[in-house]
């Protein structure tokens, strides 16, 4: 009986697993994961190293850092019970 409930606790948690998406746009950032269902801005948690950064050198704007574009591949991890995203990386494919 308790390893049922055990079992039925962790199946509703729905632990952190990784998935692969693919943005499908940028303003507002849409990814669409597995081919199967999308997920909108406000689900996904996107780090730094994932977001455009420019550099103003007198005259000049330097591009540092490229952020994400429609067509990049990514690799997520759900968290939160499925509620957040984290993009993890872009996949060079």
């Given amino acids: 009986m308790v390893k049922k409930i055990v079992k039925q606790s962790l199946d509703a948690q729905q632990l952190a697993s990784a998935m692969y998406g693919k943005v499908t746009s ?8 597995d ?9 996904l948690i996107l780090p730094e190293h994932l977001t455009e950064y420019k550099v ?3 005259q000049q704007t330097l591009l540092i ?8 591949k990514l ?7 499925g509620l957040q995203y984290v993009v993890v990386g872009r996949l060079n494919l």
């Fill in 26 to 33: 940028i303003h507002p950032l849409e990814v669409l994961v």
């Fill in 35 to 43: 081919q199967r269902f999308s997920i909108p801005s406000e689900f």
């Fill in 56 to 58: 103003e050198l007198g």
């Fill in 75 to 81: 690799i997520l991890i759900r968290s939160d019970g």
């Fill in 65 to 72: 850092r490229k952020g994400l574009e429609v067509g990049d």
